[in-house]
């Protein structure tokens, strides 16, 4: 009883300090933001270096860390229950497939691609090989940053699980995937998006002709500190932002503070896309280097080390991979990204994944039989049971 009144108390004194309080996925935890903000504060020891152990200040510390630890897990707890049954009611037995590809470890083409494509990659192995598969979820965050929930092959057989997850459809991520394809080191990708100029070009030096067909939509989002107070932002501004034009968020309507723009690497499926299907004609500013995150965890560390800054994604890696207690996705034109405004391109920025063969695949190759057959209604019924949209 005593443990809930002083609960109860510090929950008075959080309302006092921020507004609205609903312990749920969607909106702030006021708990976790009143602590993530005071911990900066307490934090800011890279010019002053570090409070004496013998002080308040770092027992303090100490005792915020792992207050926000016990919320950080409980909200990826309750992350992991929510992803778990929006896919529950997605799954498709295998007996009502029909016409799977006939492939088993030995003629199972290998397959490369994009690192949010991943969970399709192996539900698809799994499925036409006849293996369970499960999802391995995390509540266990790193320091003021992210989980990311991963997918294996779960048969009674060890070593073909192994060979599945870590051989099969093993994904280098888009640039490397792409390069892979060209220099014949892989059969078919799953990827993101299209080719590169870049990639275009290195194919066209290897005289390798692509063939890549929509097999799921995706969307580019954006993501943000749930701090932020700026839920939605509109595509002018974002592009604002992302050009130089807009420094700082009061200039957007937003508090009197610098904003910080991530970007992702060149030739990263992120990058391309923010490039060629956001910015479009209008000119990314070069981000100095230390705003330039990598991999696909990077924009989660780099919004919770930089409260007030915005960085970029997928949906499907942000919705079903990442397990973020600190960041939210951003409404852009007053539309927040979901499986339904996707599905209905009600969102503005749908994109497609993509299934990329060689061109000249023979045509009773796995690849193509692969390729051809993700376009079928069985292929994309394992597409939905990922959780993507799918196309047909």
Not at 123 to 139: F, S, V
Not at 267 to 290: C, R, V, Y
Not at 343 to 352: A, E, V
């Amino acid at each position: 009883m005593k443990k809930k009144c002083i609960i109860i108390l510090f929950s008075i004194i959080a309302l006092s300090t921020l507004s609205s309080i609903a312990y749920s996925e969607n909106d702030e935890l006021v708990e976790l933001q009143y602590y993530q903000e005071h911990y900066k504060k307490t934090h800011n020891f890279r010019n002053k270096g570090y409070p004496k152990t013998d002080s308040p200040d770092y027992q303090k510390l100490i005792e915020l860390g792992k207050k926000q630890g016990e919320e950080a897990k409980a909200l990826a707890i309750l992350i992991n229950n929510n992803r778990e049954a929006e896919l529950k009611g997605k799954t498709v037995g295998r007996n009502d497939l029909k016409n799977i590809p006939k492939f088993d470890v030995y003629n199972y083409p290998l397959i490369d691609g994009s690192t949010s494509a991943i969970p399709l990659s192996l539900i698809l192995a799994c499925k036409i090989m006849d293996l369970e598969y499960r999802w391995i979820r995390t509540d266990r965050i790193h320091e003021r940053a992210v989980g990311v929930n991963r997918l294996v092959a779960a048969d009674n057989n060890k070593r073909l699980n192994d060979i599945v997850t870590n051989v099969i459809t093993k994904h280098t991520g888009t640039n490397t995937a792409y390069m892979n394809l060209i220099d014949k080191k892989v059969n078919i990708l799953l990827v993101a998006r299209k080719p590169s100029e870049d990639e275009l070009k290195a194919a066209q030096t290897a005289q390798i002709e692509f063939e890549y067909v929509p097999i799921a939509r995706d969307a580019f989002v954006f993501i943000e500190n749930r701090i932020n107070p700026m839920r939605c932002l509109t595509t002018e501004k974002i592009k604002g932002i992302y050009s130089g034009k807009y420094i700082n968020w009061q200039e957007i309507g937003g508090e009197n503070i610098k904003i910080t723009a991530f970007q992702r690497e060149r030739n990263s499926g992120s990058q391309e896309m923010m490039i060629s299907e956001f910015m479009k004609d209008t000119p990314i500013k070069e981000p100095l280097p230390n705003l330039v995150v990598m991999q696909m965890d990077g924009p989660y560390f780099g919004l919770t080390e930089q409260v007030y800054g915005i960085a970029y994604s997928v949906y499907y890696y942000e919705h079903f991979q990442a397990v973020s207690p600190y960041t939210r996705l951003i409404e852009v034109d007053g539309v927040l990204p979901s499986y339904e405004t996707i599905r209905t391109k009600h969102y503005p920025y749908s994109t497609d994944v993509y299934a990329v063969i060689r061109k000249d695949e023979l045509k009773d190759s796995p690849a193509r039989i692969l390729y051809q057959w993700l376009q079928t209604e069985d292929g994309q019924k394992i597409v939905r049971e990922s959780g993507y949209v799918p196309v047909y």
